[in-house]
C-alpha cells in the first residue's frame, strides 16, 4: 500500500511539471529566438551604417576650386559641361570691357592668310555664327560678355566691301537690311552702339575724322530703315584699335572695319 502511493505521488509530481512549462526540453526554442532576434537586430544596425556612410560620401563631394585669378564663366563654348572660366576684363575703348577668356587660344579665329592677329585682339574671342542667322550680312558675330557678365553681340564688316577708299557713303546696304532683321527678330529693344576704325597709314587725325563719318552713317541707316533698338550711338576710334599687325597689305585691310556692338536688352 505504502509502494502504490509513492508511485501516484510521483506520477503526480510529474504532470505538474510538464503543465506548467518546466521541462527542460522546452528551453532551447527561447535561446533560438534570442539569437534570432540579436541577428536581425545586427543587420538592420550594418544597414544604419552603411546609409549614414554613404550620405557622408555624397556630402563631402565638392567642385575643385578654379585656380587663382580665374572667374567661372556663363558660357560653355567648349562643350564640356562646364561655364569657361574668364581671366579679368579688357578695354577696347569707347565703354566696350569684355570678359577675357582664360585659354585665349581655344577661341581665337582664324584671321585670312597673310594676317597676324595682334595680342588682345577681338578675334581671341569666340566667333558664333549660329546664335544669329547670318545669311546675306557680310561680318563675322564675336560673342563676348561685359563686365557684368551681360551678353555682347560684335558683328565685325570690313569697310572695303561698305565704302570706296576715304568715303563713308554706304555702297552695300543690303547687308545691313538683313542685319535690321536678325535685330529686330532676335533682340528688339537692345542697345546698339556703331564704331568705326581705319588702318594706320596717313594722318591719325584724318583717319579719325573718316572713322567718325563712317560710324555715324551706318548709324543713320540703321534707325531711318527701322531697327528695334532702345539706341544707337556711333563713335569713332580711328587707327587706335587694330586688330591685326600691319606688316602688309592684308593687315592693313583687316583692320579697315564697322563694328555694331548689340547689348540685348535684359
Not at 559641361?81 to 587660344?105: I, M, S, W
Not at 563676348?144 to 576715304?166: H, I, P, Q
Amino acid at each position: 500500500m505504502l509502494e502504490h502511493t509513492k508511485r501516484a505521488a510521483a506520477a503526480l509530481l510529474t504532470l505538474l511539471v510538464v503543465a506548467c512549462g518546466g521541462d527542460d526540453a522546452a528551453s532551447p526554442p527561447t535561446t533560438a529566438a534570442v539569437a534570432e532576434t540579436s541577428t536581425t537586430s545586427t543587420t538592420e544596425a550594418e544597414e544604419t551604417t552603411t546609409t549614414t556612410e554613404a550620405e557622408e560620401e555624397t556630402t563631402t563631394t565638392t567642385v575643385p576650386a578654379l585656380p587663382a585669378g580665374q572667374t567661372a564663366g556663363v558660357d560653355d563654348f567648349d562643350d564640356n559641361g562646364e561655364g569657361d572660366p574668364t581671366c579679368g576684363e579688357q578695354d577696347f575703348g569707347a565703354g566696350l570691357v569684355l570678359r577675357v577668356y582664360c585659354d585665349r587660344e581655344a577661341y581665337a579665329s582664324s584671321p585670312p592668310e597673310g594676317v597676324t592677329l595682334v595680342e588682345g585682339s577681338l578675334y581671341r574671342f569666340p566667333t558664333d555664327n549660329e546664335a544669329f542667322d547670318m545669311t546675306d550680312i557680310s561680318a563675322d558675330a564675336i560673342v563676348a560678355r561685359d563686365s557684368a557678365d551681360e551678353r555682347v553681340f560684335v558683328f565685325v564688316f570690313n569697310s572695303d566691301a561698305l565704302f570706296a577708299t576715304g568715303s563713308s557713303d554706304i555702297l552695300a546696304p543690303a547687308t545691313f537690311d538683313n542685319l535690321i532683321a536678325r535685330i529686330n527678330q532676335l533682340t528688339p529693344g537692345a542697345r546698339i552702339q556703331v564704331r568705326g576704325h581705319t588702318d594706320g597709314t596717313g594722318d591719325p587725325a584724318s583717319n579719325q575724322a573718316l572713322s567718325e563719318r563712317r560710324s555715324a552713317s551706318v548709324q543713320a541707316y540703321l534707325t531711318e530703315h527701322g531697327v528695334q533698338a532702345a539706341e544707337v550711338a556711333a563713335v569713332g576710334l580711328g587707327q587706335t584699335q587694330p586688330l591685326a599687325v600691319e606688316d602688309g597689305d592684308a593687315g592693313r585691310s583687316f583692320n579697315r572695319r564697322v563694328e555694331v556692338v548689340i547689348r540685348p536688352a535684359a
